[in-house]
């Protein structure tokens, strides 16, 4: 079966970094594109940052251009967050996300930026 885990979140002050990691099995990997979401306290589910299938394009929502980077390594199937300056805005379960026949989630990862 599909599955998913993230890891790699954590307390970061303001201006930190963290990168997060999310590795998948049950299907392959190298032909689905990945993304990442995140969901803040009161807050609906939002698109981060999305990745095709070989990496060649890769997408990003608006308040994170210029900080987040996704990235993939299909010889490990990992799939990447490196975020850079963050800022208490950031703060969120982040959730790798994947669509084959359906939707699938991994667990969430907590990231939490605060001085």
């Known amino acids: 079966q599909v599955q998913l885990v993230e890891s790699g979140g954590g307390l970061v002050q303001p201006g930190g970094s963290l990168r997060l990691s999310c590795t998948a099995s049950g299907f392959a990997f190298s032909t689905y594109a990945m993304r990442w979401y995140r969901q803040a306290p009161g807050k609906e589910r939002e698109l981060v940052a999305s990745?095709?299938?070989?990496?060649?394009?890769?997408n990003y929502e608006d308040s994170v251009k210029g900080r987040f980077t996704i990235s993939r390594d299909n010889d490990k199937n990992t799939v990447y967050l490196q975020m850079n300056s963050l800022k208490p805005e950031d703060t969120a379960v982040y959730y790798c996300?994947?669509?084959?026949?359906?939707?699938?989630w991994g667990q969430g990862t907590q990231v939490t930026v605060s001085s």
């Open positions: 990745i095709t299938r070989g990496g060649g394009t890769t």
């Open positions: 996300n994947t669509f084959t026949w359906k939707n699938y």
